[in-house]
């Protein structure tokens, strides 16, 4: 079983609808979790960051993480075709390294 | 202020051939990370380095994959007689601490490297 399981899509929704993207984890010991974006052929992009528990909001974009159920979600409000990518879960225990694991990633089509 | 800088941006080797992947982190940023992405799959960590020091190399394949981040100069990943499973982007990170859980990290754009 991977540590970290995320849906790879593709999802594809009409311009101006709510995203919901998601992982699961199995490693209790995740405290810092992130969600990324990647255009094709590009780097990945830091969206959003949280530690712990909670929700997280940033414009459009918002950030919810439950430890309890070892679940955390992306939420995309009013969707545009710049938000087509590849958006990427990773999560750390922090500590002296650091190291990020990744889900695999879901790949999002937003149609005009 | 520029980014994290990856050259070259595509690397085609021949199986047996020698791959050196550069990386010049963002300035002011000491701690260098590399992942390595393959096709269908999310980014794996490769290491971790700090100034002219390893600090975590539990990604890394056992054999022919080093890294280096020296004193003056880029980190360099280098790959020894490649071979076709190697073909993937590596992508380099830095951050100005080892401390917030992912925080501060800011990724290249990568490194295509195909092997023939």
């Known amino acids: 079983q991977k540590e970290v399981e995320q849906d790879p899509g593709p999802l594809s929704v009409p311009e101006g609808a709510i995203v919901s993207l998601n992982c699961t984890y199995s490693?209790?010991?995740?405290?810092?979790f992130m969600w990324y974006r990647q255009y094709s052929r590009k780097g990945p992009e830091l969206l959003m960051y949280?530690?712990?528990?909670g929700n997280k909001e940033d414009g459009r974009f918002t950030a919810q993480v439950d430890k309890s159920s070892k679940y955390i979600s992306l939420f995309i409000r009013d969707s545009q075709p710049s938000d087509s990518a590849t958006y990427l879960c990773a999560m750390s225990h922090g500590g002296a390294t650091n190291k990020l694991i990744f889900g695999t990633g879901t790949l999002l089509a937003v149609q005009p | 202020n520029a980014g994290v800088m990856q050259n070259p941006r595509h690397l085609v080797r021949r199986r047996g051939q020698e791959a050196r992947l550069r990386c010049s982190p963002m300035k002011g940023h000491s701690h260098v990370y590399w992942y390595r992405q393959l096709p269908e799959e999310g980014l794996k960590f490769m290491v971790y380095l700090q100034k002219e020091n390893i600090i975590d190399e539990s990604g890394m394949p056992k054999e022919r994959f080093s890294a280096e981040f020296p004193k003056e100069g880029p980190s360099i990943l280098r790959i020894q007689q490649v071979v076709r499973g190697d073909s993937a982007a590596y992508f380099c990170?830095?951050?100005?601490?080892?401390?917030?859980?992912?925080?501060?990290?800011?990724f290249g754009s990568g490194t295509r490297l195909t092997v023939v």
């Open positions: 990170a830095s951050s100005p601490s080892n401390g917030g859980g992912g925080d501060g990290y800011t």
């Open positions: 490693n209790s010991a995740f405290q810092y």
């Open positions: 949280t530690y712990s528990s």
